[in-house]
Antibody, heavy 121, light 110 residues
């Protein structure tokens, strides 16, 4: 059974670069034909799609974040990562890694539990 | 401001039928299928419906979806207390070349 787990710093200072890792168990980022994605949710607010990544090299990013975001393969075949530069308080959110199903890039059927990132001076 | 528009709240009594709307445009709902997510506060979202009206394994048939033009709807029949959650619609937007979510609807079971 595929499971995802996010990891990264819980607290950041404005202007820093956020780096999060999603570790996949029960599958592999490199061997599957699936995309992998990141979604975030600010406290008390709705869901915001960050982007989708395919190990073969294709990526899609939210236009509002595109200039600051990179989603890429991790250091192992069971990881992929999110990099967000120049963070501000507006980037405070729960960050989820997830996998879209084979029914479309917006149909995420497997989710991690989420990791809270707070940006504060 | 979300690309897809949902009512912020909805409510119903146990056993009733509730519908949640999701309005978009020609580049998103008008040209792509819609997915619905259910999120109990403090937990990760769960895919409730995909391809507008398909239920993943384990989702009760009390949940159904439809689409007409640039709008979609989620219907929940035989409302139960455990259905109390936030519901989000989502789809792909061809103009933005990315995924878009609705702002979410908080469902209260009275």
């Amino acid at each position: 059974q595929l499971q995802l787990q996010e990891s990264g710093p819980g607290l950041m200072t404005p202007s820093e670069t956020l780096s999060l890792t999603c570790t996949v168990s029960g599958g592999s980022v490199s061997s599957s034909a699936y995309y992998w994605g990141w979604i975030r949710q600010p406290p008390g607010k709705g869901l915001e799609w960050i982007g989708n990544f395919y190990y073969g090299g294709s990526t899609y990013y939210n236009p509002s974040l595109k200039s600051r975001v990179t989603i890429s393969a991790g250091t192992s075949k069971k990881q992929f990562s999110l990099r967000l530069t120049s963070v501000t308080a507006a980037d405070t959110a729960v960050y989820y890694c997830a996998r879209p199903s084979d029914r479309g890039l917006s149909a995420f059927d497997v989710w991690g539990q989420g990791t809270m990132v707070i940006v504060s001076s | 401001q979300s690309v897809l528009t949902q009512p912020p709240s909805a409510s119903g009594r146990p056993g009733q039928r509730v519908t949640i709307s999701c309005s978009g445009g020609s580049s998103n709902i008008g040209s792509n299928s819609v997915n619905w997510y259910q999120q109990v506060p403090g937990t990760a979202p769960k895919l409730l419906l995909f391809s507008t009206n398909q239920r993943p394994s384990g989702v009760p048939d009390r949940f159904s979806g439809s689409k007409s033009g640039s709008s979609a709807s989620l219907a929940i029949s035989g409302l139960q207390s455990e259905d109390e959650a936030d519901y989000y619609c989502a789809t792909w937007d061809g103009s933005l070349n990315g995924m878009v979510f609705g702002g979410g609807t908080q469902l209260t079971v009275l």
